[in-house]
């Protein structure tokens, strides 16, 4: 098993040389990435301030810069500017933060279901059978991916938590939705004004023509006829491309530009969140 | 009565509507849906694409959902491979920014590769979980291979594989990609992928039903050569791909097709039979809503004449 998981680690890392320069390269990236957070933990509140909106601001201009720049045959292929070629490596960067976040997430919500399991605070079974669960699909997803021979039951058990666990009870959770969905159909779509019963109305057909039992309302006009405009499918289609879609153009359009006002004012660190209002 | 009426208990309606939607799932049967003009677009383009085994070209199709969606997306991708099959199609799964989705993308096709005689690593292959970065999405157009670099089955170089012989760009070996998603990935294609192309890709989508209304701007512009709407387009789908099955193999019968040849206890094979359960569960929400309504109608009639009295006192 040792040697399958070793085998494993071996194709997968395959791309990074793993001599002792490499180890030394981590473990030199550790001790330096240790002494600067060390470093900037000692800064003043004001520094960190600062340091946080140069960072932005740099991070903003490098793709900003990215998109409107001129851009000319690049010699690794394709069309890009003299910013294109660093734009993987800095993504890249985004992906190391984000793997972070997950160990983090992973430590805190051991640190809060452990601490409620040794206390035997109330809901301390709820944390059991978190811990319980992360542990086996932790154990069988890794023994299966690494294929760990000899241990077939592993692989079913991973079939049988994943396939037969996992994806009904996500799929199960999700449907619960058309009670909540049927529930407020039936309290929300009351005919109070103009607009609630152009709503209703709308609603009523679109979901007809969606079902077979709608359509077949009006399934005695012959579909090529010129009555066919009457058929309760196309009425449906025609809310939906006539009415609806010019309507969602102009929510997308709407919603873009705020949304690069927001940008803006995140870029030039206008926008003051909980972090400064905080410090400050 | 009429208060009744008006103000159901939600409990009733759970109960109801449980009823309703077990009913439908043991006594229902495959519907014959009226197909929408953009699951027809879908088909067709489909249909068309040069993906065949001497084209120098494949399909791509993203299994970007997660267990929570697959009544709708997971019907929508077996019909999807179901005809990429039919037609000899060769194609790639790959699932971005969702690992759930790229177990999702590797179950149905290796389901359905021995009935319709696919091999993998020939006719298909499983690109796997990919990190959705804004690199990936620039780069992976320009050099397939030197960005997923292993496939997800058996970890080897894709350049082992024969399917992937002469496979190098999205520009010139990529005849159609079908996003089919429960998030906000299409936009990464629409935006940053379709661009880079000339003539634009052809993409195809495949959502929930409640993401459809918003897709409409885009199969107007023609960014989206076709749309599968939730349960409803699956359905449709499937009804084309039934047909066309019986046309391909004469022999066959309605019978011997994946929605009737289940146990009935394996419901999620076949997304016509499930629009059965859904069509219940709409017209049952249709005459809450006409409950509701008629509830408030009366009663507002029967307090008009008091109101009258009151105001003369």
Known sequence: ?????????????????STPHFLLAIAASIVVFAIVMTLLHRTSSQFKKWLTIVCTFAAGLFFFLEYVLPVHKLKSGGEGNVITPFVEPVSNYIQYVLIWTIFLGLISLAIVHGRRLFQRQPGWHNSLAFFLA?????????????????????????????????LNLDAAMFALLAFYIASAAYRAFRVRTVEAAL???????????FVSFGVSLTSWIKPHSGWAYFRIENISLWLLNWVNMPGQRAVAIGVQVGAVAMALRLWLSLERGAFFSKES | M???????????????????????????????????????????????????PTDGKIILVS????????????????????????????????????????????????????????VYGRDWIDFGYQVG????????????????????VNHKPLDQYEIMRGIKTIQ???????????????????????????????????????????????????????????????????????????????????????????????????????????????IFVILLIILGNLGMFLTKRQAKPVSKEAAND
């Open chain 1, 134 to 166: 992360m542990l086996a699909m932790l154990v069988t997803g890794f023994a299966t991916r690494v294929g760990v021979t000899g241990l077939t039951g592993l692989k079913i058990s991973y079939d049988s938590l994943f396939s037969g666990f996992l």
């Open chain 2, 63 to 118: 299994t970007t959902f997660a267990n929570n969606t697959i009544g709708e997306n997971g019907n929508q991708a077996r019909a999807v491979f179901r005809h990429l099959m039919l037609r000899h199609k060769r194609f790639a799964v790959l699932a971005v920014s969702e690992p759930v989705g790229a177990e999702i993308g590797r179950i149905i096709p290796t389901s359905l590769a021995k009935r319709y005689g696919y």
């Open chain 2, 172 to 282: 010139d070996n990529v005849a159609l990609h079908i996003e089919l998603t429960a998030s906000a990935s299409l936009f990464d294609w629409m935006m940053i992928v379709q661009p880079m192309t000339r003539p634009r890709l052809k993409i195809g989508y495949g959502c929930t039903g409640v993401m459809a209304a918003e897709a409409y701007p885009y199969l107007d512009s023609g960014q989206l050569i076709g749309m599968l709407p939730g349960l409803k387009g699956a359905a449709d789908y499937e009804r084309l791909v039934d047909e066309l099955e019986m046309r391909l193999k004469p022999g066959i019968t309605a019978d011997q097709l994946s929605f009737a040849s289940i146990p009935r206890i394996s419901l999620y094979h076949s997304a016509r039979y499930l629009m059965f359960a859904q069509n219940a569960a709409h």
């Open chain 1, 1 to 17: 098993m040792i040697h399958q998981f070793r085998h494993y680690l071996h194709d997968h890392l395959a791309t990074i040389n």
């Open chain 2, 2 to 52: 009429l208060h009744l009426m008006q103000s159901l208990d939600r409990r009733w309606i759970y109960l109801i509507l449980s009823i309703v939607l077990i009913v439908a799932l043991i006594v229902g049967k495959p519907v014959k849906p009226v197909v929408l003009p953009s699951v027809q677009s879908l088909f067709d383009a489909v249909e068309k694409a040069p993906a065949g």
């Open chain 2, 133 to 152: 970065t804004l690199a990936f999405f620039k780069s992976f157009p320009l050099d397939i291979p030197g960005n997923v670099k292993v496939d997800a």
């Open chain 1, 199 to 209: 709503l209703m109305i709308s609603a009523l057909i679109i979901m007809l023509g």
